[in-house]
């Protein structure tokens, strides 16, 4: 049996077709249903990094440390306290030495 021109002409663009299809079907069932989840659900990505980060060894150390929390606490009103002291010192300093150069000028 002899293969008929048409055959020849269209078997290899009939094939890529084919093969096209598949990739299609096979992207559109298991590569992209995952990521339209992400995009959909940008959190979740987050959430898988952060504890891929905590498995590692530095990770580890970080979420074993203290408490077990790995939460980053507000600033404490004692240290709030001392910051405002300091800042109201420091400017009072500034405005004395400003007016004792304002007297002697």
């Known amino acids: 049996m ?3 021109p048409y055959l020849v002409r269209y078997g290899t663009s009939l094939t890529a077709v084919q093969a096209t299809i598949i990739a299609k079907r096979l992207l559109s069932s298991f590569v992209l249903p995952p990521l339209r989840y ?3 659900h940008p959190e979740a990505l987050r959430t898988w ?3 891929a980060a905590l498995e590692t060894k530095w990770g580890r150390l970080f979420r074993d440390y203290g408490n077990g929390q790995v939460v980053m606490p507000g600033m404490e009103p004692k240290t709030v306290v001392q910051a405002g002291i300091g ?3 420091m400017a009072g300093l500034v405005i004395g030495v400003l007016g004792l150069l304002r007297r002697r000028g």
């Open 49 to 51: 990094r952060v504890q």
């Open 2 to 4: 002899k293969a008929t």
């Open 87 to 89: 800042l109201l010192a």
């Open 38 to 40: 992400l995009r959909a």
